[in-house]
């Protein structure tokens, strides 16, 4: 039988004494709840990553679908960034407080929080850069961005957003088993330490990255990358080409 690798953290919270077990719990269930909703939009999104294998098109009618849903005010205040700023405020709580102390030492648990490293640093330049534009100066953040910002610094860009699908999806899949168990629930064992979990990762990271190369052009014609609002807007900030 496979080791589990998702237990509970719940039970690392007892190293501590009665005040602290208990605000590290408290600290936990917040963590697992905001976790929880914000992963909703980010399946979502990446999903939308996805798409772009379909055609420009597919990709550019799914965006203005899921928009309704995550650029509504209330969306985007209660499902995205509340809970985004109140996960990431949790974890850098817990941080400071124990640091890695006592902090499950296996493998899944590590690229847990590997990746939430990785993400809290990366996401606020992420949502300036995407989200700045269409509400500073009314920039259309559509299929052509992606495909300028590849155009524009391809080696940093390919990587970036590779990076970034593999952290989040990694940090959202693996943190919803995190959460259930939180909250009680049980996990399937192929899903706690067997191979499904890695073949579901691998599985959707791959789709995410063949969208990404269509932004390109290496899966079909796209539109000329320059020909955009976001491009026009960002060589006009950056002096680039
Ligand atoms: C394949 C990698 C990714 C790509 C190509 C990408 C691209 C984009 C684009 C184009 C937008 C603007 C959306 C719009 O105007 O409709 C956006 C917004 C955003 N992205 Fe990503 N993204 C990626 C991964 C991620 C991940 C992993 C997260 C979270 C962990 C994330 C969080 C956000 C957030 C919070 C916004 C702002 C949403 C809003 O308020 O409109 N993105 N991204």
Redesign the pocket.
């Known amino acids: 039988m496979p080791d589990p690798e998702i237990r509970s953290p719940l039970p690392i919270a007892r190293s501590l004494d009665a005040g602290s077990a208990r605000s590290e719990r408290r600290l936990l269930r917040v963590q697992a709840i905001s976790g929880s909703i914000f992963l909703l939009?980010?399946l979502v999104?990446?999903a939308n990553?996805g798409i772009a294998a379909l055609g420009v098109e597919a990709y550019s009618d799914y965006?203005h679908a899921a928009?309704r849903f995550?650029?509504h005010p209330l969306g985007?205040l209660g499902l995205?960034a509340a809970p985004?700023v109140v996960h990431a405020g949790a974890a850098i709580a817990r941080l400071r407080r124990s640091g890695l102390r006592g902090r499950n030492r296996r493998l899944r648990s590590r690229l847990h929080r590997l990746s939430g490293y990785f993400?809290l640093v990366v996401?606020g330049g992420?949502?300036a850069a995407?989200?700045g534009p269409?509400l500073l100066a009314g920039v259309d953040?559509g299929f052509g961005?992606?495909s300028y910002t590849f155009l524009w610094m391809p080696y940093w860009f390919y990587p970036y957003?590779t990076a970034?699908?593999l952290?989040?999806l990694y940090h959202g899949l693996n943190g919803a088993l995190v959460a259930a168990s939180v909250f009680g629930l049980r996990v399937p064992q192929a899903l706690r330490g067997g191979p499904a979990f890695w073949l579901a990762w691998a599985g959707a990271a791959g789709a995410?990255v063949i969208g990404?190369l269509a932004f390109g052009g290496a899966l079909y014609a796209v539109p000329d990358p320059r020909a955009n609002d976001y491009a026009r807007f960002m060589i006009e900030l950056t002096g680039g080409r």
């Open positions: 939009f980010t999104h990446l990553t965006q928009r995550y650029q985007e995205m985004l993400l996401i992420h949502v995407t989200r269409s953040v961005a992606i957003y970034l699908a952290a989040g995410v990404l």
